[in-house]
Nanobody, 124 residues
Framework: QVQLVESGGGLVQAGGSLRLSCAAS????????MGWFRQAPGKEREFVAA????????KYADSLKGRFTISRDNAKNTVYLQMNSLKPEDTAVYYC?????????????????WGQGTQVTVSS
C-alpha cells in the first residue's frame, strides 16, 4: 500500500512557475514508477509526465515538453513537478500516481495508487 500526498499548488500569474511535490509513504517508494496527471473542470484526466523507479527515464506529454520537468528523490520518498511559463490552460487539479507496472510508459491513467490532488490556478 502506498499513500500519496501532493502539495505546492496555488494561484500564479501567467508566465510564472510552481513546483509541485508528492510525498509517498512506505519503504519501497524506489520500486514504483511515478506519474503526474491533471484534470480541468469538465475534462478527462490528462497525462502530464512520468518517471521510472530510478529517475533515469522520463516521459512527457508532447504539448508540455520544455515547460514541465519531473524528478524524484528516493531518499525523501518524493516526486516533483517543476512547472515553468505557466499558462491559463494549465489550470487544473494535479494528481500524482504510483505504479509498479509498465503503465508509466503509457499516457493512460492505469496507475495503482493516486493522491488527492492539488489545485493549480493560472491567472491571465
Amino acid at each position: 500500500q502506498v499513500q500519496l500526498v501532493e502539495s505546492g499548488g496555488g494561484l500564479v500569474q501567467a508566465g510564472g512557475s510552481l513546483r509541485l511535490s508528492c510525498a509517498a509513504s512506505g519503504r519501497i517508494f524506489s520500486s514504483y514508477a511515478m506519474g503526474w496527471f491533471r484534470q480541468a473542470p469538465g475534462k478527462e484526466r490528462e497525462f502530464v509526465a512520468a518517471v521510472n523507479w530510478s529517475g533515469g527515464n522520463t516521459k512527457y506529454a508532447d504539448s508540455l515538453k520544455g515547460r514541465f520537468t519531473i524528478s524524484r528523490d528516493n531518499a525523501k520518498n518524493t516526486v516533483y513537478l517543476q512547472m515553468n511559463s505557466l499558462k491559463p490552460e494549465d489550470t487544473a487539479v494535479y494528481y500524482c500516481a504510483a505504479t509498479r507496472t509498465s503503465a508509466w510508459l503509457r499516457v493512460t491513467p492505469e496507475y495503482d495508487y493516486w493522491g488527492q490532488g492539488t489545485q493549480v490556478t493560472v491567472s491571465s
